[in-house]
């Protein structure tokens, strides 16, 4: 073979070596390409410069492509609705059960619940240990009169498990059209099976607050919530009776799912001097926010006692410990809920909404309410065959004794 013609062998040799092993790579890399995602975030990167997140994302990514890639429904998956199931798994994670995720459909229902109507049954939810709990049935609503109690477990409704579901799962099955029926099966202290409660929903339009004498001259003001137009409403009443001159004055709170924080610290003021500390936002960093009264403090001198129970919750919480941490008024009835985180409302851009717990309230005296709740002075147990109100009969004896 002549020189030129080995010259010609060995390129040719080499150009095919660089062929195959162009090949070998571009299909190594198709493979691989053809394997893994390479995925863009914009707006994720370095939001919180300096600070280092021990987690891959990679493995979320990893999962979504898995679901999509091999669930029996992998063809209909909605991928908004992945997202929103992912957000909720991400509020769950913190291990609170005020820190919650409302698709757009739960937000619009949740922002009906605090404008102060929707169509339901009239009891105020809450999930604990994984159970759907009865914080209070409301005044006047198909809840109270079919016969829900504060801590009524609610096992079932219309036959589904609620054990282990959000309280918006628990809500988006109880409510319905006005009119339409819903069965509950709920367990009770005390009982020894469930009872099965079947109740028909109407349009919940939550009142504020009602009043008569007692006694002839003991002002008896029952404060059923803490919404938008508790404070005008209690203006009115307080004028209407503070006129004829009342000797004391009993407060009922109970079964009062609270509301407002900035309601509860304007109706502090009817009863504590201006300046005085209503309550304290402590947040995780031992930061407190501090929140005066700044009322006339025009009933700080009435004799007065504040009826709660187990259904006495949040901002009725509040209310009822300021004025007994910083006046000595007496409480009395049953250990109150114990709802005392802070949460604050985070719209997401798509209509979602996210509640996350960002503090715990404090009382005056520096108790923490979440939990723990707070405990009466007097205790008296109501009972449920009794038609007497004996927590309200106690409340007139020591008025009496005064």
Excluded at 128 to 137: A, D, F, H
Excluded at 143 to 156: C, F, H, N, S
Excluded at 308 to 322: C, F, R, W
């Amino acid at each position: 073979m002549t020189d030129k013609k080995k010259i010609i062998c060995i390129i040719a040799f080499s150009t095919l070596g660089l062929i195959t092993a162009g090949a070998l790579f571009y299909g190594g890399y198709y493979i691989g390409f053809s394997q893994t995602r390479l995925i863009r975030i914009e707006g994720v990167a370095d939001i919180y410069p300096g600070d280092e997140t021990a987690a891959d994302f990679g493995v979320f990514w990893q999962a979504w492509d898995k679901i999509k890639e091999r669930h029996l429904r992998s063809g209909t998956l909605s991928a908004q609705e992945m997202i929103h199931g992912a957000i909720k798994g991400l509020a769950e994670s913190a291990g609170d059960p005020h820190t919650t995720f409302f698709s757009p459909e739960d937000a619009s229902k949740f922002t009906e619940n605090i404008d102060g109507r929707f169509g339901g049954i009239g009891a105020e939810l809450e999930e604990i240990n994984n159970q759907i709990i009865v914080v209070t049935p409301l005044k006047g609503t198909p809840a109270e009169r079919a016969g829900l109690r504060p801590r009524d477990t609610v096992i079932k409704a219309d036959g589904i498990e609620l054990a282990g579901k959000t309280v918006q799962d628990a809500i988006r099955i109880i409510r319905g059209e006005p009119g339409t029926e819903v069965n509950l099966v709920i367990s009770r202290e005390g009982d020894v099976g469930t009872r099965n409660i079947q109740i028909t929903r109407e349009m919940i339009t939550l009142p504020t607050v009602e009043w008569e004498w007692k006694d002839g001259d003991v002002a008896y003001v029952r404060l059923i919530s803490f919404n938008q137009n508790a404070p005008f409403a209690f203006y009115n009443v307080i004028r209407e009776f503070i006129a004829e001159n009342p000797r004391a004055m009993i407060l009922d709170l109970r079964n009062n799912p609270g509301g407002y924080l900035e309601v509860a610290v304007n109706l502090a003021g009817w009863f504590i001097d201006r300046g005085e500390v209503v309550v304290k936002e402590r947040y995780a960093d031992g930061e407190d926010r501090i929140f005066r009264s700044h009322g006339n403090a025009a009933l700080r001198d009435l004799p007065i006692i504040i009826l709660v129970n187990g259904g006495t919750t949040s901002a009725a919480e509040i209310m009822a410990g300021a004025i007994r941490d910083i006046n000595g008024t007496r409480l009395v009835g049953e250990r109150t809920f114990g709802k005392g985180t802070v949460q604050t409302l985070e719209r997401l851009k798509d209509g979602s909404m996210l509640k996350i717990t960002v503090a715990n309230w404090v009382t005056p005296d520096g108790h923490i309410i979440e939990g723990s709740g707070l405990i009466p002075d007097i205790n008296v147990k109501a009972e449920a065959n009794n038609e007497e109100d004996l927590q309200l009969n106690k409340a007139l004896e020591l008025l009496r004794n005064n």
